[in-house]
């Protein structure tokens, strides 16, 4: 069951931003930085909350009294979060639809059903704990089976936009292809530089025109990787002339050098899966480090 407030009396396009919240402080920067991205892409704001009462009713059994004022009380509460919300909201972006949306589901479940018709979806991870304060694996779940892209807040209590550059791993696989065109997308629209990084760190693993990583010299090695990254990047350049382009190619593993950079950029993009990753993965272990970990907002985007 899902009760939808305040829509302002108008439709909800398919391609709102949507946002989670719980009334947290994490929260409330995932918030703030779906309402900036809203009023810039002139897109509506949706911003849910999920009660996740299945849980309470198995907790609570069969006392109906209880059970009924459990729920009245989680309602309430939730319409307070969602109030708050919205008014955080509109001080951001006044000119823009947002609505609220309060679901009696799994937080994780809404979003990611959200996610098939969102233009993306937004959570907030509190810095240490990496997991949005509804339930948690609600972060790791929506990042690794939500539809499009998702995108992972941190709550450092820093501006949630800032300038630095857009920052993209790219890795070389279909994954990564997705999220190179999300990135330069990102970087087209906000008039900034895009900084593409390819690392690779699997030298015992990898292999190259039919040779073993490790019997290729590295200047040999870093060569092909730079030629490597320029194939995958001609066409989106071709295609977005306007962006500034920075290749960085590294031997250390991807993990550091995206951390690294987040400590500057505005916004971090990588595949939901890497080059090494396991199909039945849906989160590679480098993009699940990121959103737990990076300074700035994770875009993690699937590919379609």
């Given amino acids: 069951m899902s009760t939808r407030h305040d829509a302002d009396r108008h439709q909800l396009t398919s391609a709102a931003v949507v946002v989670g919240t719980d009334g947290s402080a994490s929260a409330d920067a995932a918030v703030r930085w779906a309402a900036e991205t809203a009023a810039r892409k002139g897109r509506q704001l949706l911003i849910v909350h999920g009660l996740d009462l299945a849980v309470s009713r198995a907790v609570l059994g069969t ?40 679901s009696e589901a799994n937080p994780a479940k ?3 059903t959200l996610s098939e018709g969102a233009h993306l979806v937004v959570m907030g991870a509190t810095r240490g704990v990496g997991t949005l304060a509804h339930v948690g694996s609600t972060l790791l779940a929506v990042a690794g089976h939500g539809h499009g892209a998702t995108v992972v807040v941190p709550g450092t209590g820093e501006p949630t936009h ?45 292999e190259y025109a039919g040779s073993s990583y ?6 040999d090695l870093e060569i092909a990787e730079h030629a490597l990254l320029a194939e ?15 290749r960085k190619v590294s031997v250390a593993g991807p993990r550091e050098q995206l951390a690294d950079w987040s400590k ?7 595949g939901s899966r890497g080059r090494g990753g396991f199909r039945g993965l849906l989160l590679g272990s480098t993009s699940s480090w990121l959103v737990q970990h990076a300074d700035c907002p994770v875009m993690v985007v699937h590919p379609n």
Avoid: C
């Fill in 63 to 102: 006392h109906l009294i209880t059970v009924s004022s459990v729920i009245e009380a989680m309602h309430g509460h939730g319409d307070r979060i969602l109030a708050e919300a919205r008014a955080l909201a509109r001080d951001i972006a006044p000119d823009r639809t947002v609505a609220t949306e309060l």
């Fill in 232 to 246: 995958r990047l001609a066409g989106w350049q071709e295609k977005y002339p306007d962006v500034a382009v920075t």
């Fill in 214 to 219: 490790l019997e290729i010299p590295i200047v």
């Fill in 110 to 112: 809404l979003l990611i």
């Fill in 162 to 206: 800032r300038g630095g550059p857009v920052v993209v791993g790219a890795d070389g696989s279909p994954v990564g292809e997705a999220a190179l065109g999300a990135a330069f997308a990102e970087a087209s629209e906000r008039n900034a530089e895009l900084v593409t990084v390819h690392a690779w760190s699997d030298l015992t693993m990898g």
């Fill in 264 to 270: 500057s950029a505005q916004l971090l993009v990588v």
